[in-house]
């Protein structure tokens, strides 16, 4: 569960990081930026979810 | 000698290919083979088995009652009262069914002549993961209405500006992956099983083959598919039981009130 | 002059040992739990929230790991 959201994160914003890569063509700089954003969000979400 | 002339044609590497078995009868793969036998022949005995065991129920119960009725109380009790509530019974058939379906067609992998499961296609499991998907989506939008039930299930509780932020995660979460998961996992388990024993029934054939040292080994090997085999029947019930509590804790989120 | 050749993909042998950072640090995290609920039983309840908060927080670097792996494997 807790696993879930940080792989969904990562997932669903570097993805869209992907997407910003093929249009743009910056050499994956946002895949990595997007993962990061993502990864951020997801603990967000850990800790609001099963936090305080 | 029958095994030394079996095994110069063992197939090895076990691969992929040997989970598509040919068709029974010619000409009418895929709808005849022994993996859609196999559906049928649970989804019939599961039908004749509830059907004979409640048609005449007994105060004291017969030993086939009692088997029917414990099945279907530890469902409704253990799972669907546990992680539900009160509202939970009205799910203990649906998930009664899914977990006998489950477990069934599980258990095909490891009975011995049998020993396929229909499971480690990723069509069957993928099909009850829709089946289940639907299932709760529809329960939460008839108890919530659609606007509110997607509201609570998009919205978590966090400051307007990073939501942006937080809900393509959330729908993905809910929306995207809950039913990927749920086909993948029971397919992977099922599939992996099944390979798993291949490789050590097949590797004992190609040890047996290969040189004087190593046909003893052979013995180690076919031994440790009597053991594997064990271990998946554990993976078996597991599995199917996993299933039906993450189909009971799903329909749990779409119907709580708040998340 | 070449001493050692390394073929194949060398994201594997980052990842391998990126992955020992949070393997430590999600050993501590629990650890530690199971230290703190051994000593004082009725703070789990307490503690459990900050175990998921931090546990997410360490896991991330591991996943960032893989995505990394994958996303710049090829330069």
């Known amino acids: ?52 | 000698m029958s095994a030394l002339s079996l095994g110069s044609e063992v197939p090895w590497p076990p691969s992929v290919n040997d989970f598509y078995l040919p068709s029974v009868v010619d000409g009418a793969y895929p709808w005849l083979t022994k993996v859609t036998i196999l559906i049928w022949v649970a989804a019939a005995a599961l039908i004749v088995f509830f059907l004979v065991t409640y048609r005449n129920p007994q105060l004291v119960p017969t030993k086939k009652q009692w088997l029917a009725e414990s099945i279907y109380g530890f469902v409704r009790n253990n799972i669907a009262k546990d992680m539900i509530g009160h509202d939970g019974v009205r799910f203990a058939p649906y998930l009664t069914t899914l977990f006998c379906f489950v477990l069934l067609t599980n258990l095909f992998g490891i009975i011995p002549g049998i020993q396929m499961s229909p499971n480690s296609h990723i069509a069957f499991p993928t099909i009850l993961a829709v089946i289940s998907y639907v299932l709760f989506n529809y329960v939460g939008i008839r108890q919530h209405g659609f606007a509110k039930y997607m509201k609570a299930s998009l919205i978590p509780p966090a400051p307007w500006y990073i939501l942006p932020l937080l809900v393509p995660i959330e729908f993905a979460s809910t929306f995207l992956f809950r039913p990927f998961t749920l086909a993948v996992r029971l397919f992977a388990n099922m599939f992996a099983g099944h390979m798993i024993l291949l490789v050590f029934t097949l590797g004992g054939f190609v040890m047996l083959n290969s040189s004087a040292w190593l046909a003893p080994v052979s013995l180690v090997s076919w031994l440790m598919t009597v053991a594997l085999t064990f271990l998946e029947a554990l993976v078996v019930i597991l599995q199917a039981y996993v299933f039906t509590v993450l189909t009971a804790s799903y329909v749990q989120g779409a119907l709580a009130e708040e998340h | 002059m070449l001493l050692a050749e390394v073929t194949g993909s060398t994201a594997a042998i980052g990842y391998g040992l990126a992955a020992i950072g949070p393997g430590i640090g999600v050993g501590l995290v629990f650890a530690s739990y199971i230290q703190s609920t051994a000593r004082q039983p009725e703070s789990s309840r307490l503690t459990l929230p900050y175990v998921w908060i931090g546990f997410a927080v360490v896991e991330a670097l591991a996943l960032l790991g893989v995505a990394f792996g994958f996303v710049w494997a090829g330069n």
């Open chain 1, 1 to 52: 569960m807790a696993i879930g959201y940080l792989i969904t994160g990562i997932a669903v914003w570097g993805f869209i990081g992907w997407l910003v890569d093929r249009w743009f063509d910056l050499g994956g700089v946002p895949i990595g930026i997007g993962a990061i954003v993502g990864a951020a969000g997801g603990v967000y979400l850990i800790a609001r979810r099963l936090g305080a």
